[in-house]
Every structure is written in C-alpha cells, then in structure tokens.
C-alpha cells in the first residue's frame, strides 16, 4: 500500500484510499476543472472536501500542500518516476492530468500551445475578472457605496465574453472540434458568472449565441455533471 504519511495533509485528511489520486477541494469555478478533468479521464481518485468558509484552507496542514491556501490542491502517489507528486494551481493540475492520460491535449504542438493560450486565458482574465464582478455583485462588495469597482469588473467580464463569444463562431469548442482542457477550465466560470452570481443580465449574456450554446454542450457532458458537484460541499 501507498505510504503518504510524508504529507502532513493527510493527517487532517486521511486517505482511505491512499494509492488514488487525492484530491483537496470544493466545487468552486476553480475546484470542479480537477474534478470535472478527473471523471472525464476516469482516473481513480479520492476527494476530500475543504470547507474554504470555515477557512480549512489556511490551516498548516493546508498550507503544507499549497503555501497559497487555494484550492484546488492534490496529490498524485504515482507522478512522474513512480514517486508521489504533490500539485497545486487549477491550470498546473489540467496539464499534469493531460499529460498523464494523453487526453484533452491535442499531440500536435502548435495546437497544443494554443491549447495552454487559452487555459492561460482563462486563468489570468476570466477567473478573475468574473470572480471579482461575483464579489461586487453578490457579496460583500454590493454593499459599497462607491459604484465604479462593480461597472468596471462588469464591463470587462462582458468584454471577456465576447472574446470567448468571437472564439466559438464556427466551433462547437474552443479549439474547434475537439474538447479540451480549455472548456475544462472555462465552463465552471461561464456558469458560475451567470448562475451563482447573478450576472447574467447585466453582462448581456442572452445576446450572445455561441457561448450559451457551448456551455450547453459542456454542462451536458456525463463527467461535467458528475464533476460540478464533487467533492460534496459541507
């Protein structure tokens, strides 16, 4: 049996399955692309849930695994050369799992960097310019009484929109025919903006047509529907 009693996580939360994949998060924009690549790959994994509201992510056992207190974060008891890999940062996770499997990661270069382009786009505009729109919309921040941080994360999530709606004409996914790890790392954000936080008005997405349609196409997938509700939140 796999030892990672190396791991101080593991002592918070134990591994009942400890030559799987564990998995360290919540079913948050960023928490469901390594559930959601996890069920696409079928690889064996067991998630544990991080209750980020009751701030478990900032605890030493947390931090001993990803010294940013994010989730998501996971451990591979079989990386590379058979040695066990510990890994955080959503976008890291989605390329470690491609290359792992050979999946969701087109084997020609050129179109494999073009590929990362877009998760990389994701990560450094949509997750968060959405995230912090979501802040000013539906938390604290709509409680300021200074309005110009919410209209300017609102223009700028519609204008991210529109790059996403520009990039899908003609295609049913953001590299075109195949499904990758760039709707992974987008679907969950495109949902939440327009579902958990409210927005959907006010960044006009009824008049779009190919992002409503390519999120359609992604919620309908097995794994999607399987990985947006993994691990079960508190």
């Keep these: 049996m796999t030892d990672l009693s190396a791991f101080p996580i593991t002592k918070r939360w134990p591994a009942k399955h400890p030559d799987r994949i564990q998995l360290y998060s919540l079913p948050t924009p960023n928490g469901v692309k390594a559930s959601i690549m996890l069920e696409e790959t079928g690889l064996p ?4 849930t991080v209750n980020i ?7 030493p056992e947390f931090l001993s695994l990803n010294p940013n207190g994010k989730i998501p974060a996971m ?19 989605l390329l470690y799992l491609a290359e792992k499997t050979g999946r969701f990661l087109p084997g020609d270069p050129a179109e494999r960097y073009e590929t990362i382009q877009w998760v990389f786009f994701q990560m450094a505009a949509i997750g968060p310019m959405f995230g912090q ?15 110009r941080p919410h209209e300017r994360y609102r223009a700028e999530s519609e204008r991210l929109l529109g790059v996403l709606e520009t990039r899908l004409e003609g295609r049913d996914w953001l590299m075109g025919e195949a499904y990758t790890i760039a709707d992974i790392a987008t679907l969950g954000w495109v949902r939440n903006l327009v579902g958990f936080y ?15 349609a390519w999120l359609e196409r992604g919620l309908a997938r097995p794994a999607v529907q399987r990985g947006i509700e993994i691990p079960p939140r508190p």
Excluded at 53 to 59: D, F, K, L, Q
Excluded at 75 to 93: K, Q, T, V, W, Y
Excluded at 198 to 212: N, S, Y
């Design 53 to 59: 509201g009751a701030n478990e992510s900032w605890t």
């Design 133 to 147: 729109l979501g802040f000013f919309h539906k938390f604290a921040g709509r409680e300021y009484e200074d309005k």
């Design 45 to 48: 994994y067991e998630p544990h």
């Design 75 to 93: 451990i591979d008891p079989n990386g590379p050369g058979g040695r066990p890999l510990a890994l955080f940062e959503s976008g890291a996770i």
């Design 198 to 212: 409210g927005a959907r008005e006010i960044v006009g997405f009824d008049t779009l047509k190919h992002v409503p």
